[in-house]
């Protein structure tokens, strides 16, 4: 029966949100069913799927798993078709303060409070630690391979990440509204304070959708902040992943290390090259033509919004692995270790965005 009702949310989800495509993209008229189009959203879609993972338990898991991942990796490959470099490398300029001092602050906090004061095991707190400091499961995997961290630690270590998550999605996009953010600094604040670049895109959708009026007037929505700083700060993987060894030479079986290009997500790098593609050549009046050019932008702007709409998709998938099994893998201290850095993190950045960025 669960696999039943598994499909039955997949296929109703997928129309509807196929539909709203076809609605923004092509202007097509519903009529009396455009509550089709309109009933789905990120915190919707990942509320399906957190329900339905606590309901009936694992379904489909591979499958689910490589959905939540895959699905929104593509999906950010396809928000860098709505993407310009200059916008891009001036909001990353912008984060980079935040990111050196941020990913370094995290890491001891969280020896502090890890080692220290809850006596986590010491490949779980720095896991733990470089998922909050950096982009949560792809720096715990990163990490965790580089250190040779045992799959408890792992699992113990994502569990942690994957709750946090799910609860940002829903916290984060009503705490900005209430605070009156600014889409500027929503975004930066999600793409520092959440771990995974899928909550920090799905944060950011979510508040796109709360005030389009603020896209529309600022110029800038905090979807493309948000995924802007965040794919910029992963790329801090590479440094983590450099200097890891020589704190865990002693626990580490072998001494081998993965290359360090090696560690950078492939997805990045598609993302980037998404990018460009866009700014030099799609939109390239010079190169194309005007009348190309023009097609070149409503081609881009199509496989902008077909990526936002797969990425509220891939929420349910994320939700749909937040299973009890993984709520009771986690524990009660490396739990409060997370807690604790991530309640550090979000206020210190929250307090530094609100006075002083515009």
């Known amino acids: ?33 455009g509550w089709v189009a309109e009933w789905v959203s990120s915190p919707v879609s990942l509320l399906l799927g957190i329900i339905f993972a606590l309901t009936f338990g694992a379904t489909y898991a591979k499958f689910t798993k490589l959905m939540s991942k895959k699905l929104l990796q593509y999906s950010v490959i396809g928000l860098g078709f709505g993407m310009n470099v200059t916008s891009a490398i001036a909001s990353g300029r912008e984060g980079m303060l935040f990111t050196i001092v941020s ?42 391979s580089t250190i040779q961290a045992k799959s408890e630690a792992m699992s113990v270590s994502l569990g942690v990440v994957f709750v946090l998550n799910a609860v940002a999605l829903f916290l984060f996009p009503s705490i900005g509204d209430a605070l ?26 979510a508040y796109d959708q709360m005030h389009p009026d603020l896209v529309l007037s600022q110029g800038v929505s905090a979807l493309e902040v948000a995924t802007t700083i965040k794919l910029t700060r992963a790329l801090w993987i590479v440094v983590l992943v450099l200097v890891t060894p020589f704190f865990f030479r002693g ?65 349910f998938f994320i939700g749909a692995g937040l299973t009890r099994e993984t709520l009771r893998a986690v524990g009660v201290r490396p739990l409060i270790l997370g807690v ?14 609100l006075f002083l960025v515009a």
């Open 1 to 33: 029966m669960k696999n039943y009702i598994y499909i039955a949310i997949v296929a109703a989800l997928g129309i509807s949100l196929l539909a709203a495509f076809a609605v923004a993209q092509f202007g097509l008229d519903l009529g009396a069913f």
């Open 103 to 144: 990913v370094f602050g995290t890491l001891a906090i969280g020896y502090i409070i890890g080692r220290k004061l809850l006596g986590v095991e010491s490949h779980t707190s720095y896991l733990i630690s470089s998922g909050t400091a950096i982009c949560g499961g792809s720096a715990i995997a990163a990490v965790g």
């Open 180 to 205: 009156g953010m600014t889409m500027k600094q929503f975004g930066m604040w999600a793409a520092i304070a959440i771990h995974d670049t899928s909550s920090v895109v799905g944060a950011g959708s």
């Open 251 to 315: 626990s580490m079986s072998d001494g081998k290390q993965k290359p360090w290009y090696r560690t950078i997500p492939t997805f990045i790098i598609w993302f980037i090259v998404a990018i460009l593609f866009n700014t030099y050549v799609l939109s390239n009046a010079d190169l194309l033509g005007a009348d190309a050019a023009a097609m070149g932008a409503s081609f881009s702007h199509a496989v902008n919004q077909l990526a936002k709409h797969l990425i509220t998709l891939s929420l």
């Open 340 to 353: 604790s850095l991530w309640v550090v993190i979000s206020l210190a950045s929250l307090a530094y965005i």
